[in-house]
């Protein structure tokens, strides 16, 4: 598809006006949970808190790097006692914005997805009970905690470390070059990523990758049309149909959100793709049934690239010392 003149780069921002949202310009609400500045504070320091994980080794940050795209950059991650995951990473980045956290949506939200990580045996492989202990054995976290929560008798619970945690999530968006083009600044795309846009919604690729997040929200088959192989799409690993039990959710994923895209390979659930022009080639193959010729995927890439986003902002933050009842790192499984 060409975009040429005047009249057809309108038709072109029309429709990804009708398909897509700008991110907003503050900090998004979230259910349930007031967001303030204490509060994101706290969920900072937690963000980046290894002793949340039983050995001391593991945080938030390890596998959702905010130096390299909000994720991790390996194939599957690596968690206690150096095990491997069974899925790639996804990006924190934006994530405030997805439906469900997690492939297969088993997570409602960023406070339930915080909770995941630590207790699973491959990740961080804490319990709730260590993790609190560890909290009220730093008075400098006690303290935190009742200015982020000042209505609670006790507010150092695990309910609250991910609340805090969700809070922080939510700061960490990413406007982008697209964005500004969604706000009416029709010279931010260049000709080749205008022209890649309207490949992407001519091919019928933002049936799935569409609103704030470009994905995010629905689950589809991998491999709606011509499933891929099991290089990239694993025979063992069935998706959401772990969380449903039901048969039409096998290899069902949620729809990857593609903002930062290009700054977070490898690509798919699997991890499997490094190249983000081999990863768009089997897209359309896989979930399209097109084959797209080199100009296409090389037109869609370009325009994957204008999702690149500004970070916010981070500054390492300085983490309260140990005291003497502070639980010891372990390298053993921690069971309830």
Same mark, same amino acid.
């Given at each position: 598809?060409?975009?040429?003149?005047?009249?057809?780069?309108?038709?072109?921002?029309?429709?990804?006006?009708?398909?897509? #949202?700008?991110?907003?310009?503050?900090?998004?609400?979230?259910?349930?949970?007031?967001?303030?500045? $204490?509060?994101?504070?706290?969920?900072?320091? /937690?963000?980046?808190?290894?002793?949340?994980?039983?050995?001391?080794?593991?945080?938030?940050?390890?596998?959702?790097?905010l130096a390299?795209?909000?994720?991790?950059?390996?194939?599957?991650?690596?968690?206690?006692?150096?095990?491997?995951?069974?899925?790639?990473?996804?990006?924190?980045?934006?994530?405030?914005?997805?439906? !469900?956290?997690?492939?297969?949506?088993?997570a409602e939200?960023?406070?339930?997805?915080?909770?995941?990580?630590?207790?699973?045996?491959?990740?961080?492989?804490?319990?709730?009970?260590?993790?609190?202990?560890?909290?009220?054995?730093?008075?400098?976290?006690?303290?935190? &905690? #009742?200015?982020? &929560?000042?209505?609670?008798?006790?507010?150092?619970? &695990?309910?609250?470390?991910?609340?805090?945690? #969700?809070?922080? #999530?939510?700061?960490?968006?990413?406007?982008?070059?697209?964005?500004?083009? /969604?706000?009416?600044?029709?010279?931010?795309?260049? $000709?080749?990523?205008? $022209?890649? /846009? !309207?490949?992407?919604?001519?091919?019928?690729?933002?049936?799935?990758?569409?609103?704030?997040?470009?994905?995010?929200?629905?689950?589809?088959? &991998?491999?709606?049309?011509?499933?891929?192989?099991?290089?990239?799409?694993?025979?063992?690993?069935? *998706?959401?149909?772990?969380?449903? *039990?039901?048969?039409?959710?096998?290899?069902?994923?949620?729809?990857?959100? /593609?903002?930062?895209?290009?700054?977070?390979?490898?690509?798919?659930?699997?991890?499997?793709?490094?190249?983000?022009? $081999?990863?768009?080639?089997?897209? *359309?193959?896989?979930?399209? *049934?097109?084959?797209?010729?080199?100009?296409?995927?090389? !037109?869609?890439? !370009?325009?994957?690239?204008?999702?690149?986003?500004?970070?916010?902002?981070?500054?390492?933050?300085?983490?309260?010392?140990?005291?003497?009842?502070?639980?010891?790192?372990?390298?053993?499984?921690?069971?309830?």
């Amino acid at each position: 598809m060409c975009v040429a003149g005047v009249s057809g780069a309108n038709e072109v921002r029309e429709e990804a006006l009708d398909l897509f #949202e700008p991110l907003p310009s503050t900090v998004p609400a979230v259910a349930d949970n007031p967001i303030t500045y $204490e509060k994101i504070h706290l969920g900072k320091a /937690l963000f980046f808190e290894p002793r949340l994980s039983a050995s001391g080794v593991f945080s938030c940050n390890s596998c959702h790097n905010l130096a390299t795209g909000g994720d991790d950059n390996l194939e599957t991650s690596i968690g206690h006692g150096w095990q491997k995951g069974p899925r790639n990473a996804p990006t924190v980045l934006n994530a405030v914005f997805n439906e !469900a956290q997690f492939w297969d949506g088993r997570a409602e939200d960023l406070k339930a997805q915080a909770k995941g990580p630590i207790q699973a045996s491959v990740e961080m492989a804490s319990t709730p009970e260590r993790v609190v202990a560890t909290l009220k054995s730093l008075p400098q976290y006690v303290e935190w &905690f #009742e200015a982020a &929560f000042p209505e609670e008798n006790d507010p150092v619970t &695990f309910d609250n470390m991910a609340m805090a945690i #969700e809070a922080f #999530e939510a700061t960490l968006i990413t406007p982008s070059r697209f964005d500004s083009y /969604l706000n009416g600044n029709e010279d931010a795309l260049s $000709e080749l990523e205008l $022209e890649g /846009l !309207a490949v992407f919604m001519d091919k019928g690729c933002a049936t799935c990758h569409n609103g704030v997040n470009l994905g995010g929200t629905g689950y589809y088959p &991998f491999g709606l049309v011509a499933k891929p192989g099991a290089d990239v799409l694993p025979e063992g690993d069935k *998706g959401r149909y772990a969380v449903t *039990g039901t048969v039409d959710d096998s290899y069902v994923f949620r729809a990857s959100p /593609l903002r930062n895209l290009a700054v977070t390979a490898p690509y798919f659930h699997s991890g499997k793709v490094w190249d983000l022009e $081999e990863a768009v080639a089997i897209m *359309g193959t896989a979930q399209l *049934g097109a084959e797209l010729n080199d100009a296409e995927v090389k !037109a869609i890439t !370009a325009f994957l690239g204008a999702l690149t986003g500004k970070m916010p902002e981070i500054v390492y933050p300085v983490l309260p010392p140990e005291t003497a009842t502070t639980p010891r790192p372990t390298a053993e499984v921690i069971t309830r």
